[in-house]
């Protein structure tokens, strides 16, 4: 079988659902731990938190390898990871102290998840096709699908086959990773930037766009974070649901919106201006924490929240896009650099609304005031956007 470049792109949509298999499974077993391990609220804190660290020290240091090492064998690397990290999830908890396995598959699978953060983005920005923000945007939206479908299967095989099997679930996944990796190993995959051309890490810092880049990168994140963390509990709270219903109408619709919102810009991407675009999905976005917050009905605060899910969903890729499109020559280290702003953002976000909760209610609610407080990320997009605009027209005037 000769492979192409279309199969460099399928592999690169697995790739992406592996990331949202990697974060987004493990907390479903969270109740599971506890029960059958003795796990803590602060030891299944610390584990989130690891993985967090553990991928943004590897969007660091991946700035610096994957050029070096090639991109073939790290994104081969990366999914062999994730497999490892999930199968070690449903085993090293049996064959040592449980919470000590647990760290070491989840410091296992937050590398792979790393390195794809890192790498499968720029693969995309490098292949020959045309239209590199519908792309961008269209490969972005594997990870709201990968997002529904962890939820949605893991839910469904818990209920035919009952939590006690949990284990098998862990291996069932790491089945994806494994033929990814196979995949990744057989397509052609370009470099993003001539070894030349390559700007240096130092230099980049010196780039003044860059550091706004680097700004709208960490508010994307946390713009969409800041509300999927806790979409679940809003849920649950605002129409005091069981926890699986709660999840349907919290992140699972969340994750479908903002899926949706990455295929309409892909579909459209060759019409609009994309700069002009996040500035209307930041203005969404505004409306929709507000919406949230300061809604009395909560039947409209659940609205907003999809709301936010279709506002937020352009932003992180199309930030990206517009990073390469201005930085053509920053490389790996660019994206690598802007995956862990963006990583920074996603920690940013929730834990700015918990912050806010824990000192001021609207309502009667904490969450609903610290929610509102998450207004100021797509409030700061909005003026990085205009700062863009300017930086352009300033530009253009120059070279008249």
Not at 158 to 177: D, H, Q, R
Not at 357 to 379: M, R, Y
Request: net charge positive; hydrophobic share 50%.
């Amino acid at each position: 079988m000769t492979f192409t470049f279309k199969h460099t792109k399928f592999a690169c949509y697995c790739g992406y659902i592996v990331s949202a298999v990697i974060n987004n499974f493990t907390p479903l077993l969270f109740i599971i731990f506890q029960t059958d391990f003795g796990i803590t609220m602060g030891q299944l804190s610390f584990l989130i938190t690891l993985n967090f660290g553990v991928q943004m020290t590897v969007d660091f240091l991946g700035a610096h390898f994957a050029d070096k090492i090639g991109y073939k064998i790290s994104v081969v690397a990366a999914n062999i990871f994730s497999a490892a990290g999930l199968i070690l999830m449903g085993t090293l908890p049996f064959l040592m102290n449980p919470f000590a396995g647990l760290v070491i598959a989840v410091v296992t699978y937050a590398v792979g998840s790393g390195l794809l953060e890192v790498l499968v983005s720029p693969i995309v920005e490098a292949l020959p096709t045309d239209g590199k923000a519908a792309s961008m945007s269209l490969l972005h939206s594997f990870y709201c699908w990968g997002h529904v479908a962890v939820v949605l299967l893991t839910t469904l095989y818990f209920s035919i086959f009952g939590t006690k099997n949990w284990t098998v679930i862990c291996v069932i996944w790491a089945i994806l990773p494994i033929f990814t990796a196979l995949l990744y190993s057989q397509v052609p995959i370009n470099s993003f930037t001539n070894e030349e051309n390559k700007i240096p890490i130092r230099k980049l810092f010196g780039i003044k766009i860059f550091w706004v880049f680097l700004i709208l990168m960490l508010c994307s994140g946390a713009a969409e974070q800041g509300m999927a963390q806790w979409a679940s509990l809003f849920a649950e709270s605002a129409l005091g649901v069981s926890k699986t219903v709660g999840d349907l109408f919290g992140p699972c619709m969340f994750a479908i919106t903002m899926g949706i919102s990455r295929v309409v810009y892909g579909k459209a991407a060759a019409k609009l201006n994309l700069a002009n675009y996040i500035l209307t999905c930041a203005g969404l976005c505004i409306a929709s924490y507000l919406l949230v917050s300061l809604s009395p009905n909560s039947v409209l605060s659940l609205i907003g929240c999809a709301l936010c899910g279709f506002s937020v969903g352009v932003m992180w890729p199309g930030v990206l896009s517009l990073a390469a499109g201005r930085c053509p020559q920053g490389g790996t280290a660019l994206f690598a650099l802007l995956a862990l702003a963006g990583d920074v953002g996603c920690f940013t976000g929730p834990n700015t609304a918990a912050a806010i909760s824990e000192k001021f209610t609207i309502g009667g609610s904490a969450l609903k005031a610290g929610l509102l407080g998450c207004v100021i990320f797509p409030v700061i997009m909005i003026l990085c956007t205009f700062v863009l605009k300017v930086m352009k027209d300033r530009k253009e005037k120059n070279h008249e």
